[in-house]
């Protein structure tokens, strides 16, 4: 009889256990590859953002409103917004089109633009963006926005007994009782009685040396993310708080940390899903990546557009 060859069961094992091993060897690599391929489309993103926002300066001769709110907080409605004015610089027409600025952008008019997915708002190295949700708070806290990956700079804030931030109204009271106005971000909130939108004269820190758009992601707690139409105080806006947890992309462990302000720098902050850092695009266009040992006094520096620091990015 003729003796048939073939691989013994030890040997198959064997085989198995050497293609397991290549496979696992070989999975960082390409989870790695994929997301250096994320990261790369996300700054991207970003810098068809300053992009557009150029466009818009070049044409109305000024930045365009981080948000517009004109009354105090918490319950006031909003009206148009930084990512809503560039929609056309991002060939995004028919959609502004759509967007009524006679009305509030909480009103049933805008609904539409609220739920809408803009492919250049998402970051694709963030998880479980493609939906709409209800925000936290505010007076659209009950309605569908879809949700986002970038925010506008507010600028440097200080968080003490009281919410002082550049996102939104003060309780009634003067935000420059609480902080200098060159601390403003190119993407305030409109509302103040002391200022409007930044025209680019107003960047005296330099357009190389401010945070003009950077991304927001958290973790955790899905309703304080990033919604990019939502004009609403912090929601498509951070701004910078001197504390280090503020940029961990985490908003459940950042108020575990805790520290001056309670929970409201962790509303304001700024997190990526890429290891180690946050992309930010500055007003000059350029596009980069910012890591999270960064000195946070630094960063905030580089959120003002007139506070005349001498920082610059290493």
Not at 162 to 190: E, K, M, N, S
Request: with cysteine; aromatic share 10%.
């Amino acid at each position: 009889m003729r003796r048939t060859n073939g691989f013994t069961l030890v040997e198959l094992l064997v085989v198995i256990a050497i293609i397991g091993i290549l496979i696992a060897l070989l999975l960082p690599a390409v989870q790695a590859a994929r997301e250096s391929a994320r990261r790369a489309q996300c700054g991207n993103n970003l810098k068809q953002i300053g992009l557009a926002i150029h466009e818009y300066l070049e044409t109305v001769r000024s930045f365009p409103p981080g948000g517009i709110t004109e009354g105090p907080c918490c319950g006031t409605k909003s009206r148009t917004s930084w990512a809503i004015s560039i929609l056309p610089q991002l060939e995004q027409q028919a959609l502004y089109d759509r967007y009524d600025m006679n009305a509030f952008n909480e009103d049933p008019e805008n609904a539409f633009v609220r739920e809408s997915l803009v492919a250049t708002y998402i970051c694709p190295s963030e998880l479980d963006t493609r939906r709409t949700d209800q925000p936290e708070s505010g007076p659209g806290a009950s309605l569908q926005y879809h949700r986002g990956s970038y925010r506008g700079n507010g600028g440097r804030s200080i968080q003490g007994g009281g919410v002082y931030a550049w996102d939104g109204p003060t309780g009634g009271l003067p935000i420059t009782q609480h902080q200098p106005g060159g601390w403003r971000g190119p993407l305030f909130t409109i509302g103040y009685i002391e200022f409007t939108v930044v025209a680019d004269g107003e960047i005296r820190d330099g357009f190389s040396n401010t945070l003009l758009v950077g991304e927001m992601s958290s973790l955790t707690y899905p309703r304080r993310r990033t919604f990019w139409a939502y004009s609403y105080t912090s929601y498509n806006k951070s701004a910078v708080v001197a504390q280090s947890r503020v940029i961990l992309g985490d908003y459940e462990r950042c108020c575990r940390i805790g520290g001056v302000g309670g929970d409201n720098p962790c509303k304001r902050g700024w997190g990526s899903y890429h290891p180690g850092g946050i992309q930010f695009v500055l007003c000059d266009g350029a596009v980069q990546f910012i890591n999270n040992t960064i000195d946070i006094n630094l960063l905030a520096d580089l959120a003002t557009i007139a506070g005349g620091e001498p920082s610059q990015l290493p």
